[in-house]
């Protein structure tokens, strides 16, 4: 019992220390050979059960934040950066719900052309990255969310997006938001050459091609983009706020 108990505390202290959730394979080296990880973090999980820190699952990995409850106490203490624009937000959310998409169908489903710079800060953020190509001419780079992305959003999967329905009862969404449209236009995944996926070939194309885009327009980045926001894009009017 000594020895399980000291094997959790090798998990919290792990946990406590990284900027980043902690999977299996993060945890397992600093344990005794044959640990059962997902037995010992259960255990862990238990113990800040109603504290006001807790063990959550992100992105299939483990993760300790503040409760959510005590949100409004932790406020003041909140660094607050400068928000995405809308663009930056729009583009976000379709991939999110469209992955993997390119570049012509993000344009597509926005009805407008894509911001020169919008992926390119995406990428360097970290929310999003490349995945393999489509098999159309021209094979363009086609773009999927990251795990930072639902580590950032507090997302276990993909599945747990918010769907349309829950978005609009919210008073998120209105008919003329880009994400009503989404499932109209999501590409199905087998249009993707599994042979390309995440290559470094493509993060070197997608890298490139985004160079070029920023040569020719090197004043389309708008400055507000530069630091990300704490707020996912939801549609309607308020997406900016």
């Known amino acids: 019992m000594v020895d399980l108990q000291s094997q ?20 397992a080296p ?4 044959g640990a059962d990880v997902a037995a010992l973090v259960g255990e862990l999980a238990r113990h800040y059960q109603g504290r006001g820190v807790n063990l959550v699952t992100v992105a299939g990995k483990w993760a300790l934040r503040t409760a959510p409850d005590l949100a409004r106490h932790l406020e003041s203490m909140r660094e607050v950066p400068r928000p995405l624009s809308r663009a930056a937000l729009e583009t976000l959310a379709i991939i999110a719900y469209n992955q993997p998409v390119t570049r012509a169908e993000i344009e597509e489903i926005r009805g407008t052309p894509a911001s020169r710079g919008t992926l390119d800060i995406l990428l360097e953020i970290g929310w999003i990255k490349p995945r393999g190509r489509r098999k159309v001419p021209g094979r363009p780079v086609t773009w999927v969310t990251s795990d930072d992305f639902l580590s950032h959003f507090g997302l276990e999967a993909l599945e747990d997006l918010p769907g349309v329905d829950e978005l609009r009862a919210a008073g998120l969404l209105d008919r003329t938001s880009p994400v009503t449209v989404l499932s109209e236009h999501a590409p199905p995944d087998t249009d993707d050459d599994p042979a390309d ?5 493509d993060d070197e194309a997608a890298a490139a091609e985004l160079a070029e885009s920023a040569a020719d327009d090197p004043g389309a980045v708008e400055p507000a983009e530069r630091s990300p926001g704490r707020k996912p894009y939801s549609g309607g009017g308020r997406a900016g706020e």
């Open 197 to 201: 996926d995440n290559s470094d070939g």
């Open 8 to 27: 959790v505390r090798v998990i919290e202290a792990l946990l406590f220390a990284s900027d980043r959730p902690l999977g299996a394979a993060d945890l």
């Open 30 to 33: 600093h344990l005794p050979e």
